[in-house]
């Protein structure tokens, strides 16, 4: 019995030994998904506000577009302004402009918001009725001077109706202001100039909202995504916790049942036990830091004899055919994860007094199977905290092309894995 506890040991220490050289570190996901590891020794950064945080360089970004479109209606509507004041007109009718001007000013910041189109059909039609009726009433009293609010009235068309009524709509506009005054004498010249003119406006216009639009969703997006890469690294965290833990916390128990039993009996022996749960518990520590770190690596060939150490120790049958030959270090640590989790559950769930752990390479695949005789029917997790590791394993597995199986009998439990000696794809 003192030799398996040894061999126990070394097999412990052997399989988990390479963590110790980890880098205590913790993962921090920026908003664009990267993903890298600082020394502050915590756990990943998990909260709404670290996301914030890692895009507050792109936030001036909306704002910039607004001041944008500010400054553009802004300098034509100063360009209209100046036109006007060169008829010489009353104090009362510049009164009368600016008034209007202001009017417009606000209901076309209205229309350019950026979800502006997704108003109820009730205010867009009030909001367009009044704008059409202050670029149009005005026209009686200053002539084609005024004709640039049109520009205005195009482009709040485009940004707020359906394009199939848009864009006729948007060119009738135009049409307006070429075809009455060409048929009035008015020089030709001028005409094509204020067609032009209230198109171009109205593109202007609709275009500087949609990138407005367009940059605001490009940064919401972002941030979407910073908080979808800060849930995958929890579930990542939590998947390696469960696999790293599962089965040291186990192999823990086991041994402090074991102490219990032999405190009495035999002490000694006992303290040599309580020695091996420190090993255990420290190097336990050691890969927790490595999940921290985000990098870790497993080998299924140290995973196996760790396997055979453990349940040797649980007192069970352990035989097997190990013929893997050269993994892919990605599929070896996923396999090694799957050989982890089948011990664990064994060790934890089962009854078993035999179990039969097999890796064999079958032309560009290796198939990992692990069967024991340790079934107990009906039997349920009833902790709260039974964890999901069997799901994990297949969501592992699928990420290097593999898959796994389990066939449960009334004497056998049988979890198989396979994958690609070599990543899919690779």
Known sequence: MQGERETVHAGLTD????????????????????VTATDDGGVPGTTDSAVRATAAGTVPGPRLAAAVVHAALLCYFLITTLNMLKGGPSATEVTVVLACMGAIYGIQLLHSAPHAARTSARRKTLTLGAQ???????LAAFGLYWGAMAGFLAGSILLLLPARWAWPL????GMGFVIPPYLDGTELVHVIYMGQTTLLTGLVTFGLARLRQVILMLHETREELGRMAVTTERLRFARDLHDLLGYSLSAITLKGELVHRLIAKAPDRA????????????????????????????SLADEIRAARAGLAAAGMQVR?????????PDVDTVLATVLREAVTNILRHSSATYCRIDAVR??????????????????????????SGLGNLELRLRAVGGSLTREDTSETFVL???????????
């Open 271 to 298: 303290a040599a036990e309580v020695g091996e749960i420190l090993v255990i518990s420290r190097q336990a520590l050691a890969d927790v830091r490595v999940v921290a770190s985000g990098y870790r690596t497993l």
């Open 362 to 387: 079958e032309g560009v695949r290796v198939r990992l199977t692990v069967t024991n005789d340790g079934v107990r029917p009906g039997y349920r997790d009833a902790s709260p905290h039974g964890g």
């Open 170 to 173: 948007y060119g009738l506009v």
């Open 320 to 328: 097997g055919d190990v013929r893997p030959g050269p993994l892919d």
């Open 15 to 34: 399989h988990q030994g390479r963590s110790s050289a980890a880098a205590e570190g913790v993962v921090h996901v920026a908003a664009d998904g990267g």
């Open 132 to 138: 059409v009726l202050l670029t149009y009433l005005p």
């Open 416 to 426: 198989s894995a396979e994958a690609p000696a070599g990543r899919a794809g690779g």
